[in-house]
């Protein structure tokens, strides 16, 4: 997302931020308390869950290069919404509020950008929510696949059938029958915890309408 800035802004904005690495299972942020940085993802990805009753939640939203996460700073908020946890390791930028919001005051690219994104954001968590209603496991788990492919820019990542499980929040047995499934029809590999997209085109036919309705959200917006 940053590279979308003008040069001048970009280079203002990457002077305040500090280049970190993340691993899978860093926890970034809890519901209802207060931030201290927002990140902006470079090749890792960050899954956004809803916590219900103590339960281990469900994924209501996924952040990686196109995004950024700390988005609700741009409303005069700085208290998490969502529990975030890294789900692709990787590297960020991270920035804290107080430069962020500094930025945020003089620079109107990076304010246009973010309504943006927030607007796109909003629009994910509410496909989310109906695509968790309304849609079987296997298009969803199509969908989920496709959308972490995209944001970890390769056909390849570890993922566990206990983790996928969580992130959609259905039985772990839902979930082998589901990735079964689509190893029969030869679009994934899966093994041992490693997965692998063999058949991009097959899997976005395979997956529910939620996948092309928030690419399109995303290409108009972003």
């Known amino acids: 997302m940053i590279e979308l800035l003008p040069r001048k802004e970009r280079l203002r904005l990457l002077a305040v931020s500090e280049l970190i690495a993340l691993e899978p299972g860093d926890?970034?942020?809890?519901?209802?308390k207060p931030i201290r940085h927002v990140y902006f993802p470079i090749d890792a990805s960050i899954s956004l869950m809803a916590?219900?009753?103590?339960s281990p939640g469900v994924e209501v939203g996924m952040v990686g290069r196109e995004g950024m996460l700390g988005g609700q700073v741009v409303l005069g908020v700085a208290i998490a919404p969502v529990h975030a946890v890294v789900?692709?390791?990787g590297t960020v930028q991270r920035i804290s509020v107080s430069a962020f919001r500094s930025e945020l005051a003089c620079s109107p690219?990076?304010?246009?950008?973010m309504h943006n994104y927030l607007y796109v954001?909003?629009?994910?968590?509410?496909?989310?929510a109906a695509c968790l209603r309304f849609h079987l496991i296997g298009p969803r788990l199509a969908r989920w696949l496709?959308?972490?492919?995209?944001?970890a820019h390769s056909d390849h990542f570890r993922v566990t059938h206990?983790?996928?499980?969580?992130?959609?929040?259905v039985r772990r047995e839902g979930?082998?029958?589901a990735a079964s499934a689509l190893q029969r029809d030869g679009l994934i590999e899966y093994r041992r915890g490693n997965l692998k997209v063999l058949d991009r085109p097959g899997l976005e036919a395979a997956a529910c309408g939620c996948y092309a309705v928030e690419r399109e959200a995303y290409a108009a917006l972003l």
């Open 109 to 113: 690219a990076l304010l246009r950008g």
């Open 27 to 32: 926890i970034l942020c809890e519901p209802g």
């Open 146 to 151: 496709l959308m972490s492919q995209d944001r």
């Open 175 to 177: 979930i082998t029958a």
């Open 87 to 89: 789900q692709n390791p």
């Open 51 to 54: 916590l219900i009753d103590g």
């Open 162 to 169: 206990e983790f996928l499980a969580t992130m959609l929040g």
């Open 121 to 128: 954001r909003m629009a994910q968590m509410i496909t989310s």
